[in-house]
Structures are given as C-alpha cells and as structure tokens.
T-cell receptor, first 114, second 113 residues
Framework: DTAVSQTPKYLVTQMGNDKSIKCEQN?????MYWYKQDSKKFLKIMFS???????INETVPNRFSPKSPDKAHLNLHINSLELGDSAVYFC?????????????FGSGTRLTVV | QKEVEQNSGPLSVPEGAIASLNCTYS??????FFWYRQYSGKSPELIMS????GDKEDGRFTAQLNKASQYVSLLIRDSQPSDSATYLC?????????????FGKGTKLSVKP
C-alpha cells in the first residue's frame, strides 16, 4: 500500500498549457509539502500545508497554485507552463510542520515542457 | 538565507571501504538533521536522523553531529555497490508554526566493485 502517491508519474506538455499534479497520503500525517528538484538535483521547498491550511509559500511564481481539499490530499496546478518549469516535483508528508521524524516522499512527477 | 552545504562529488570508494559524507549548515539554532538517499530516477528515502551531538549508529550507517562546528556527517562502513546513490543532507528549519526541511545539493557516491 503506497504511503504517498502522486499522479501522473510523467507529464510532457507544451509551453502555455495548464496542468495539474495530484498527491495523496494514507499515513494520517497532518502536513504535506511540494518540493521541486531541478536538473542539478537540488530539492527546494515550494509550499506546505498543515491540516489544509497553507503555512509555507516560498518565492514561487503565482502561476503555481496549490490546493488541499483535506489533509490527505495536496494538489498542484500550474498555469501557462514555461520551459523553466521542467523539473521533478515531489510531494511529501510529515506528522507535523516541526516534526522530528522526517518526511515521506512520493515517487515524483517528471514534468517536461516542450 | 539558511543554507546547507555539501560537496557534490562524485565521491568514489572501493567496495568494502568506508565512505564519508559531509555537510555543514548555516543556522546555529538548528536542532534536527537528516540524511536521505536518492537513487537515480527515484524519490529521496530517509536513512538516518540525528538530534544530539555525537554519533548515532544504525547498521552500517553512522551519523555524526557537531553543533558547535555546525557539521553533520554520514559514514557508511563496508560500502557496497548498492550504496551508489546521491546522499542528501537535510536540516529542519522550524519557527513558530512553520517548518520545512532545507536540503543540501547532495553528494553523489559511487562504490566500485
């Protein structure tokens, strides 16, 4: 049973399109995150939700809009996709925002914008 | 800007040797530290966490923390080719009700048979 699942795994789309990535966790965690990993493998926080409430919103273009319908789900919608958005997007969850047990990551969504 | 620094490598060690991976962090108030392993094309996987100064051992892995020097390391004993991966150091950035892991850029480890 997958703990943190993301769909789709791969996404290839043209510039200017709008796309969404979905994430679900069955760990009972309160906090979920979106991270972006660029071509140099650098993982950077984008957003964090705690119990459906947005608590971290890093310097991300407002073309990116997260949404958490409940604490087990966190989706990411991207408008007007650009070449520079190509990356792997990871969803993760933890028991709480300051929790010491680390994060559980989903398998990632590889987004390629052409 | 809170930062986590790692040598990007690649670090190449022969099979059976000890691999030593190092990490420094900028925020002196940091309390929680993690090592993740990431195989190519896969997601990061938590392998060790450490919160107190000193050593913490788990099987072939030993994490070391020195808060005075703002330094974390990971030792892998009896390295195996299956240990070949990128190792990410992460530091918990927590204040008020907000928290997130800040990652280093990772060290790529290659274990040669």
């Amino acid at each position: 049973d997958t703990a943190v699942s993301q769909t789709p795994k791969y996404l290839v789309t043209q510039m200017g399109n709008d796309k969404s990535i979905k994430c679900e966790q069955n760990l009972g965690h309160d906090t979920m995150y979106w991270y972006k990993q660029d071509s140099k493998k650098f993982l950077k926080i984008m957003f964090s939700y705690n119990n459906k409430e947005l608590i971290i919103n890093e310097t991300v273009p407002n073309r990116f809009s997260p949404k958490s319908p409940d604490k087990a789900h966190l989706n990411l919608h991207i408008n007007s996709l650009e070449l520079g958005d190509s990356a792997v997007y990871f969803c993760a969850s933890s028991q709480g925002p300051g929790h010491n047990y680390g994060y559980t990551f989903g398998s990632g969504t590889r987004l390629t914008v052409v | 800007q809170k930062e986590v620094e790692q040598n990007s490598g690649p670090l190449s060690v022969p099979e059976g040797a000890i691999a030593s991976l190092n990490c420094t962090y900028s925020d002196r108030g940091s309390q929680s530290f993690f090592w993740y392993r990431q195989y190519s094309g896969k997601s990061p996987e938590l392998i060790m966490s450490i919160y107190s100064n000193g050593d913490k051992e788990d099987g072939r892995f030993t994490a070391q923390l020195n808060k005075a020097s703002q330094y974390v390391s990971l030792l892998i004993r009896d390295s195996q080719p299956s240990d070949s991966a990128t190792y990410l150091c992460a530091v918990l950035n927590y204040g008020g009700s907000q928290g997130n892991l800040i990652f280093g850029k990772g060290t790529k480890l290659s274990v040669k048979p």
